[in-house]
């Protein structure tokens, strides 16, 4: 079994105030995935932490069957839908990240905004950039915009109460010869590579590696403390969630 660390933190309500995190991570075996809840527009809906815990238990459970990857996000979406009485439109939701492997292969999945990024011989990042093109383009400023592109063909996909949504999202599967080491992110964490250009990938793993996957959360949050008006990076909230899982299938002390 490769070595898995796993590093979490909360970060703010959009009223500034603390509260528990909505991010998930499930850590198996033979997978890890993380989950970064939504809370839905619909004010009598439970939180997206509750929809992402129940996704990520359903999905701890499905990992443990057969299928590919899509498949088995199709199956956990529809548990969870269909136990909860969720409507497609007006539910809490969450993004994926899936990393499976055996002997062999590893196989690869994100739905939204929580990239995957593979180290060997090159550095190879799975990322959905759909949700954040939409948001740069201005398109997600109020939530009749989001409820409207949310799960549909012109704007982004992610795990809600419509199981097709897991037919659009990214895969990659590769040997797992050659693989260094793999990690998975929230919004929380890899803003710290997107948006505020505090490090590369590959800088992030050597800063994990030397110091910690703390280091990594700290330094972002560093960062969000230098601008705590958000006029430097304009964002939603002065601190989003944060997890972050480091997969090391071939890293230091490791054949």
Avoid at 38 to 44: C, G, K, N
Avoid at 133 to 150: C, E, F, K
Avoid at 238 to 243: F, N, W
Wanted: charge should be negative; include cysteine; charged fraction near 25%.
């Amino acid at each position: 079994m490769p070595g898995i660390q796993v590093a979490e933190r909360a970060g703010v309500g959009l009223d500034g105030h603390p509260r528990p995190s909505e991010d998930r991570v499930v850590v198996l075996d033979h997978a890890v995935a993380v989950l970064d809840g939504a809370t839905s527009s619909d004010p009598t809906q439970p939180s997206g932490g509750w929809y992402a815990e129940r996704l990520a238990s359903r999905l701890a459970h499905e990992l443990t069957g057969d299928g590919d990857l899509p498949a088995v996000l199709r199956r956990a979406i529809a548990g969870v839908a269909n136990a909860e009485g969720l409507r497609p439109g007006l539910s809490p939701s969450s993004t994926v990240a899936i990393v499976r492997w055996t002997a062999e292969r590893v196989d690869s999945l994100v739905l939204a905004d929580s990239p995957i990024v593979a180290f060997g011989q090159t550095v190879d990042l799975l990322a959905d950039d759909r949700l954040v093109i939409l948001r740069r383009g201005g398109r997600l400023r109020t939530r009749q915009a989001v409820r409207s592109l949310r799960n549909h063909p012109d704007g982004f996909w992610v795990a809600e109460a419509d199981p097709g949504a897991a037919a659009h999202a990214l895969t990659s599967s590769r040997p797992r010869a050659g693989l260094d080491a793999v990690i998975l992110a929230t919004d929380g964490v890899s803003c710290g590579v997107d948006d505020y250009g505090l490090f590369t990938w590959t800088e992030a793993l050597h800063l994990a590696r030397a110091k910690g996957l703390n280091a990594v959360l700290d330094a972002v949050r560093a960062a969000e403390d230098s601008d705590p008006d958000a006029r430097r990076w304009p964002r939603a909230k002065r601190h989003d969630d944060q997890a972050i899982v480091l997969v090391e299938f071939a890293g230091p002390g490791r054949p």
